[in-house]
């Protein structure tokens, strides 16, 4: 049981269960997110955590795999954690498959800020797991069909009214201006060792609060915009009917990675006054990378007019 939140408002204490057990998980989402009706749509707050290897702690956390260590899935009233790091070997291939089946469910609509980044993460990490299976070699269509491909994401970073509409929110922010709550960051929990056997309760509070609070807003915003944020009315939208694909976007993040890589070693030649200035064709290819990384640009969350939505913000 996570410990209650301050604020104006406040929240009390919530329910959460930590496991790596696929029948506690599907016995979570029988309870939460109700029946498989393939008419109806649900939605949960989602998060992550990754296992980190800053600079500082490397000797120790070397030998630990780059790859997502919890999920956190949420409605307004409970949360589940999902240890992934404590499947089998930690890769894809011992996740638990109803897992799976949720995040590439389209029915299940997937709440976070952020979260274009961590479905990519997991798509990634499944991809070389079956990778790894084949020696380097790419995956076969059948592994290919069992990637974790998460669909229908909605993210909140964009969601205040805002003269700027650019201008991302984070979770600490959206938690206190939209629930009057006050959420606790801490960048010693967010990089401490999330792939250990037994997390802790702070580990605990912080993983599952994240999660909540997604779920939380969208029960708000349902509360008094049911026709903007229901989640029949947001599967209508063209933000969620036009999402790109993780493959898409694992190569567009891919080429913008590139592109910049290349336009740094220009920029770092030209800077240098000892070396010769750069070469025409080398000032085209400059103009070249720097429209790459403009059409790669990742996708803004979706906003949202003032006139549309009904604001109660704290």
């Known amino acids: 049981m996570c410990p209650p939140l301050r604020g104006p408002v406040g929240a009390p204490p919530l329910p959460v269960l930590t496991t ?6 599907e016995r979570w989402l029988q309870d939460n997110i109700g029946s498989d009706d393939a008419s ?3 939605i949960l707050g989602f998060d992550s955590e990754s296992i980190a290897k800053p600079p500082w702690l ?5 030998s630990l795999p780059d790859r997502p260590a919890t999920i956190q899935l949420s409605t307004p009233s409970s949360c589940i954690i999902v240890q992934l790091s404590r499947c ?9 498959e109803i897992l799976r089946n949720v995040i590439n469910n389209p029915r299940i609509i997937k709440v976070g800020v952020g979260i274009d980044d961590d479905g990519l993460e997991l798509y990634r990490w499944s991809k070389e797991s079956f990778d790894d299976t084949q020696g380097g070699r790419n995956a076969n269509d059948e592994q290919m069909s069992q990637l974790w491909e998460m669909t229908s994401r909605f993210d909140l970073g964009c969601i205040l009214p805002n003269k700027n509409p650019g201008r991302r ?7 206190k201006e939209i629930l009057g709550v006050e959420l606790i960051k801490s960048k010693k929990l967010s990089m401490s060792n999330w792939g250990k056997r037994h997390l802790d309760m702070e580990q605990i509070s912080y993983a599952a609060r994240d999660a909540w609070v997604a779920a939380a807003i969208m029960e708000k915003l349902q509360s008094c915009n049911n026709d903007v944020f229901g989640a ?12 790109r694909s993780m493959d898409v976007m694992d190569n567009r993040a891919r080429s913008r990675k590139k592109a910049k890589v290349e336009l740094k070693g220009l920029l770092e030649r030209q800077k240098d006054e000892e070396l010769p200035k750069l070469s025409s064709d080398e000032e085209e290819r400059k103009q070249e990378l720097y429209n790459l990384l403009d059409l790669h ?6 906003t949202f007019d003032e006139d549309e939505v009904t604001w109660t913000l704290f």
């Open 232 to 243: 029949e009315a947001l599967m209508g939208k063209e933000f969620m009917t036009s999402q």
């Open 88 to 96: 089998g070997d930690g890769s894809a291939l011992h996740a638990p």
């Open 169 to 175: 929110s984070g979770l600490q922010l959206l938690a």
């Open 40 to 42: 109806e749509y649900s």
């Open 20 to 25: 790596r057990d696929p029948r506690i998980i």
């Open 297 to 302: 640009r990742p996708d803004q969350p979706p």
């Open 58 to 62: 490397m000797p120790e956390r070397a």
